[in-house]
């Protein structure tokens, strides 16, 4: 959804197609390989650029997935009040990194591959300002790797963020912008996104 938002901002003229693909388990693939969590990132936005390459072989498809690390730990979305908790707790007091895997493909092509990282800087939160966070988070964060939405109350448990602000929300736009005008998509006026 925010990535939607992020795109349609800029006027592009764009259609959104969920790729359903398991995260986990090219992530796990990934991890056992000894991957960087940069590559993982771009993996699972491969993925999801395969999966609707196939079903559009034309189409420019463009394709981004974020995974978060927290020292050696690369956390997944979290699973209920309980798992957000367990996230919340984890990264309490700590730095952790946003990095985001971008890909363009046309015809089964890697046409641009692209990976950057948001250093996240949580602020030491107490017991109670935690179990405050979890209660009333609405449900929309389980489908934040962190557990949060920066553009929304989440900005409230963080002290620092070193990156672009599109980059921290989950799409890169200058760079992903600079690669569809290199494709020959360009903004010409009016646009957004399309049924």
């Not at 990264?91 to 046409?111: C, D, K, P, Q």
């Not at 179990?131 to 988070?137: D, E, P, Q």
């Not at 929300?169 to 005008?181: F, I, K, M, S, Y």
């Amino acid at each position: 959804m925010t990535r939607r938002r992020l795109l349609a901002g800029t006027g592009l003229a764009f259609q959104v197609i969920p790729a359903d693909v398991d995260e986990a388990s090219i992530k796990v693939a990934a991890q056992r390989e000894g991957q960087s969590p940069d590559l993982i990132a771009r993996a699972l936005a491969r993925e999801k650029a395969n999966v609707i390459n196939t079903l559009h072989p034309e189409q420019l498809v463009l394709a981004a997935d974020q995974v978060l690390v927290a020292g050696d730990s690369l956390l997944d979305k979290p699973v209920g009040r309980e798992g957000l908790k367990s996230h919340i707790t984890l990264l309490s007091g700590r730095v952790h990194f946003l990095i985001n895997g971008v890909i363009l493909m046309r015809a089964g092509s890697v046409m641009w591959s692209y990976s950057d990282r948001c250093e996240m800087e949580m602020r030491p939160l107490s017991a109670d300002e935690q179990a405050l966070y979890v209660s009333n988070a609405p449900d929309a964060v389980m489908s934040s790797v962190g557990g949060y939405r920066i553009e929304a109350e989440g900005i409230h448990l963080f002290q620092r963020m070193t990156g672009d602000w599109s980059s921290i929300l989950g799409l890169p736009l200058l760079p992903v912008l600079a690669a569809l005008r290199q494709a020959g998509i360009a903004w010409r006026g009016g646009g957004g996104e399309t049924e």
